[in-house]
């Protein structure tokens, strides 16, 4: 429930807003879809985002420029269009329902970072970096911005930056026990294969302690392998997730479940390679 009395702005530009939310009891309002659930009674004022024109998705000079105001719709919109950014538009046309993905921003899903994230997974393997506005615009890897503690701060998100991998070969797998639930779990894979070969690795968890976890052995692993012919085994050797028990499912089933999501994920892509040499 939102607090009685509750201010709103409506500034028509992102460093209006910028300003405005340093002051105390000053939050952003993108898609609304948290606020709702969990606005707690210290917030005084919201300050709309609707108006700020970062609702844009660019393709300039080969990278992708999503702004914070698109919504999950949008992005799945914009990759089925083009056939872009798949891996992104795959986990999103997943998340929560279709009345929900046309209101959920891609900056209040940043923010927020809920372990059921739809988003910060497929992000993170896409090297996605995040451009915010506190006094001044700063740039920033998605990691950074979790790990360095920015996300806690008061700012605006302007978008996310992706670069356009040619050669990029990716998946994402999300773990829900019905398929309209939150997810307990979303695994994704970004690999960059030339020539069969894989030159580059990102396996990302979300939904773990410490909010996300790459597997910098297992990656290590991969590269120099034929991607149809991983080692799949071993590299799922090194993936240790790390999960805290909740109300139905002990630390140890989560690991054993994300492992698997791995296998299953890793195992798909290697057919990729074998169908486009069909
Ligand atoms: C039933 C349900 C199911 C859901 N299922 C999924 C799911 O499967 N996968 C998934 O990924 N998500 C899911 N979500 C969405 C998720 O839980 C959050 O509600 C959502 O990510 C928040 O986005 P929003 O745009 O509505 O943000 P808001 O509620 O408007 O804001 C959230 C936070 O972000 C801040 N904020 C907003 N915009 C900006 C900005 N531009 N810059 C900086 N800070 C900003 C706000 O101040 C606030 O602190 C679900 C939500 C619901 C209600």
Known sequence: MLPENLEWEFPSSAEKAAQLIRRPGTVLHGGGTRILKTCPATVKRLVD?????????????????????????????????????????????????????????????LKDFPIWSSLYAPLIAL?????????????YTLEEYVTSGIIK??????????????????????????????????VAAGLNVKGGIIEDARLVITGVRGRFKRFLKAEKMLIGHALNDMPVESIIKQI?????????????????????????LLNELKEVQNENSI
């Open 49 to 109: 985002t609707g108006a700020l024109g970062l609702n844009y998705i660019n393709f300039i000079d080969n990278s992708h420029y999503i702004g914070s105001g698109a919504t999950f719709s949008d992005i799945v919109k914009y990759s089925k269009a083009g056939g872009r950014l798949t891996l992104l538009g795959e986990a999103l046309s997943q998340a929560a329902s279709t009345p929900l993905r046309n209101r959920i921003t891609l900056g209040g899903s």
């Open 127 to 139: 090297k996605a970096r995040v451009e915010i506005l506190r006094k001044k615009p700063e740039i």
């Open 153 to 186: 701060t008061r700012h605006l998100i302007k978008h996310v930056i992706i670069d356009e991998e040619a050669n990029l070969v990716s998946g994402v797998k999300k773990f829900s026990v019905l398929r309209f639930e939150y997810p307990l779990f979303t």
């Open 240 to 264: 240790a997730p790390g999960f805290t028990k909740d109300y139905r499912f002990s630390a140890g089933y989560k690991d054993h479940a994300a492992r698997i999501c791995f296998m299953d």
